[in-house]
């Protein structure tokens, strides 16, 4: 069973136009760039793209914003991207906003094959319109349905070709969910190791989840705020 693919546009070969794809990444950790890149080039519109941000202007799912290639993102945070702001502010991409905690468990739901879960969180807010709302225990909640993709993207530090991942700090932030909760799964990863090298006790994503892994020939790894500390006089 070997899952390797020769490179990132071969990975990205199957995604079709209308495509929903789970997209990894936490501001600029953990971003699938290589794959990222490889869509770009595949020209593949209209995409709808879960992703808890939208990138930078140059990094990320910027790309493929400047490319017109999304026409929906589900996100929770989106406030780096000048070009994303300009593109929602003209109806030109539709936003569904969610709170972090509601995307991040939209998305576990749908690995696990749960549907449906209530949540507090967003009652009284917009977030609730239009959504079935409850009451448990003397406390309102707000149901919302499961994330499913038709693909998902991840990155991962190290992985075999079974496809079992392991992620490195940062990076296992919205990576190891969203690869569960797609039909298809590709991953690329830092370091392609032989079987045996990765200790069972500290795989993330087991390999029955991935369908497809390559390793990445670089990564820019950018910072997104560099702060510096004032050095004492």
Same mark, same amino acid.
């Given at each position: 069973?070997?899952?390797? $693919? ?14 929903? $794809? ?6 600029? &950790? ?18 709808? $793209?879960? &992703? ?23 996100? &929770? ?125 500290? $795989? ?30």
């Amino acid at each position: 069973m070997d899952k390797r $693919i020769a490179n990132a546009d071969a990975a990205v070969e199957r995604i079709h136009d209308g495509a929903t $794809i789970l997209v990894g990444g936490f501001g600029f &950790s953990g971003v699938p760039e290589n794959l990222i890149a490889a869509l770009r080039r595949k020209g593949a519109k209209n995409l709808t $793209i879960v &992703s808890n941000n939208a990138g930078g202007d140059e990094f990320g799912l910027g790309p493929l914003l400047q490319n017109g290639q999304i026409k929906k993102m589900v996100s &929770s945070y989106v406030g780096e991207n000048k070009l994303f702001e300009r593109l929602v502010m003209t109806n030109q991409v539709e936003l569904e906003l969610n709170p972090q905690g509601t995307l991040s468990e939209r998305i576990r739901a749908g690995g696990a094959g749960i549907p449906a879960f209530f949540t507090p969180t967003g009652y009284g807010t917009v977030v609730a319109e239009g959504k079935e709302t409850r009451e448990f225990d003397g406390r309102p909640y707000v149901m919302e349905r499961w994330i499913r993709g038709d693909f998902a993207l991840v990155k991962a530090w190290r992985g075999d070709r079974w496809g079992n991942l392991v992620y490195r700090k940062t990076a296992r932030n919205f990576n190891p969910m969203m690869a569960t909760a797609a039909e298809y799964t590709i991953a690329e990863v830092e370091e392609l190791v032989e079987l045996g090298d990765l200790k069972p006790d500290s $795989i993330h994503t087991q390999g029955i989840y991935v369908n497809a892994i390559l390793q990445g020939p670089h990564y820019l790894k950018p910072i997104e705020r560099r702060t510096l500390r004032k050095r004492p006089e």
